[in-house]
């Protein structure tokens, strides 16, 4: 069974950086397509970016590209989102995500995510 563990979600000031971690164990870690996803109060779990497996295919809300980066070390068990140019509206609890096999319509879909880490809570500040 695959675990997920996200790190590094802290208050940060709008305009500045932050980049989150999600450390996997429990399974074949390169197996697996990753994703982040975040949900602020009150509002839905949100797609933000996804990885494949070999690194070869990324994706990104339009919320978040140019400024967001999904990366993944295959070797290390993890995977990464570097936010630059925080806004306040990008505060939220952000997960990681996993599944073996996701369709390209599904990659933005939460419930096709059969695992999931805890979250680790980003708040800007303006």
């Known amino acids: 069974q695959l675990q997920l563990e996200e790190s590094g979600g802290r208050l940060v000031q709008a305009g500045g950086s932050l980049r989150l971690s999600c450390a996997a164990s429990g399974g074949t870690f390169s197996s697996y397509i990753m994703g982040w996803f975040r949900q602020a109060p009150g509002k839905e779990r949100e797609f933000v970016a996804a990885i494949s497996r070999s690194v070869s295919i990324i994706y990104y809300a339009d919320a978040v590209k140019g400024r967001f980066t999904i990366s993944r070390d295959n070797r290390q068990n993890t995977v990464y989102l570097q936010m630059d140019s925080l806004k306040p509206e990008d505060a939220a609890a952000y997960y990681c995500?996993?599944?073996?096999?996701?369709?390209?319509?599904?990659?933005?879909?939460?419930?096709?995510?059969?695992?999931w880490g805890q979250g680790t809570q980003v708040t800007v500040s303006s």
């Open positions: 995500a996993a599944d073996r096999i996701l369709s390209s319509a599904n990659i933005y879909r939460a419930l096709a995510y059969d695992f």
